[in-house]
């Protein structure tokens, strides 16, 4: 089993990533024209995508690893730039790593946006899915991804159930409240991010560690 701090540490960098409050408003913005009842299916196929999406990476992301010949130590180091580079990003409250501006305009022709672009890459995108995998590897076992699972299917459901909620939710917060909760999570996942490259240097580099 994962240790209770290794298990925080998991939620708190995977929350942080999936950022469900930040993200509220841009959920709002995709869905303006569409019913609440639209807007639900929307949100809800939006949180199912990006559950299956990592737990894809978690079960299945050592395959790609042997594949490309990635060795948990390089994997830790890169995905702790990725993510320290988002954090930063949110930390200026800069939503270009999410999605470019092509992105945008291609998203508003879309009859629906559940998948792409807000599961994938907004929700579930390349520092999430670094995150899930590197967790996967430091905690191989079967009880361990269970535990890692059990994480992602809870916080896809708060995902599902805050974007249900969006329009309300936006209002009460407005942009300068949401602001302030991306640039929360982005000092939360800088730290993190930190963590992960010291140690991934450490192994590539064991002379690094003293």
């Known amino acids: 089993m994962m240790t209770e701090a290794a298990l925080a540490s998991?939620?708190?960098a995977l929350f942080s990533m999936m950022n469900p409050i930040g993200n509220v408003g841009v959920f709002a913005g995709m869905t303006a024209e569409r019913t609440a009842a639209q807007a639900r299916t929307i949100a809800w196929t939006c949180a199912l995508a990006s559950a299956i999406t990592l737990l894809v990476v978690t079960w299945s992301g050592s395959l790609l690893l042997d594949l490309f010949g990635i060795t948990v130590d390089t994997l830790r180091a890169a995905g702790?730039?990725?993510?320290l580079l988002i954090g930063l990003h949110m930390l200026s409250n800069n939503n270009q790593h999410r999605h470019?501006?092509?992105?945008?305009e291609d998203a508003s022709a879309r009859a629906s946006v559940a998948v792409v672009p807000l599961a994938i890459p907004i929700v579930a995108g390349p520092g999430t899915m670094a995150t899930v995998l590197v967790a996967s590897q430091q905690h191989p076992s079967i009880l361990e991804k269970g535990e890692i699972s059990l994480a992602i299917l809870a916080l896809s459901v708060l995902t599902g159930l805050l974007f249900s909620f969006a329009g309300p939710i936006a209002g009460k917060l407005g942009e300068a409240g949401m602001g302030v909760v991306t640039r929360v999570m982005g000092m939360v996942l800088a730290a993190i991010a930190m963590g992960m490259l010291a140690e991934g240097l450490k192994g590539l580099f064991p002379g690094l560690a003293g």
């Open 10 to 12: 998991f939620l708190a």
């Open 80 to 83: 702790g730039v990725i993510v």
């Open 100 to 104: 470019s501006p092509a992105e945008r």
